[in-house]
């Protein structure tokens, strides 16, 4: 299909594999609960799929109050390269009405940030990186600060001109606001790496 989808033999990790539809049936029962219920809504939830950290994910959706496992053609569980792809795939069997879908992500431990040995080794490298990182957002500052000065005006010009500048204006405090997390975090990362 296109979608990032693909097919495993395994049971997923999400509830009710043992529920396994294809795409034709989920639709059929999604459209027989919207016929009896048209505000219903579809709840998906995705788990990642064993432990690589570049995530593969299962996923289910519940109709009311029922959990059913998308299954592909010959039954085994589809899995998704993505959630992106998850929800492409599932709201074609079951469309929410207003196009909004609740989605919950299951990663388990897999995406846990693993815990250094070396703690004081660990902030030392961390306070390096955050300061490089640093240096860029102030250049990116700089470059924004640039922009700005070719703006002088533009707040009281056109629509598409107010617009710019607003956006250049809120690039500019997001930049800034990152630099300032650096800083508190690089004052966090020394007082562990000093202890």
């Known amino acids: 299909m296109g979608t990032g989808a693909g097919e495993t033999g395994g049971g997923g990790g999400v509830g009710g594999a043992d529920n396994r539809r294809t795409v034709r049936d989920l639709a059929g029962i999604y459209r027989l609960a919207k016929e009896a ?9 995705v788990a990642s ?6 995530l593969k994910f299962v996923g289910s959706v519940e109709i009311e109050g029922v ?6 053609d010959t039954g085994k569980v589809k899995s998704f390269a993505d959630v992106d792809a998850f929800v492409a795939y599932m709201s074609k069997c079951c469309e929410a009405s207003d196009g909004v879908y609740q989605v919950s992500v299951n990663t388990a431990s897999i995406l846990a940030s693993k815990v250094p040995n070396d703690m004081k080794a660990w902030a030392a490298s961390q306070i390096v990186s955050l300061s490089q990182k640093r240096t860029g957002q102030v250049a990116v500052v700089n ?4 922009q700005l000065s070719l703006m002088i005006g533009w707040e009281a010009g056109n629509q598409a ?8 204006e ?8 990152d630099i300032a ?5 690089v004052t966090r990362l020394t007082a562990i790496a000093n202890a």
């Open 49 to 54: 799929v064993g432990s690589d950290r570049s």
């Open 161 to 168: 001109q107010r617009a710019k500048k607003a956006e250049v």
């Open 143 to 146: 470059t924004i600060d640039q």
């Open 37 to 45: 219920n048209p505000g219903i809504a579809p709840v998906f939830q």
């Open 67 to 72: 959990t059913y496992v998308p299954a592909g």
């Open 170 to 177: 809120a690039q500019r405090a997001c930049v800034q606001a």
């Open 181 to 185: 997390a650096i800083d508190a975090e």
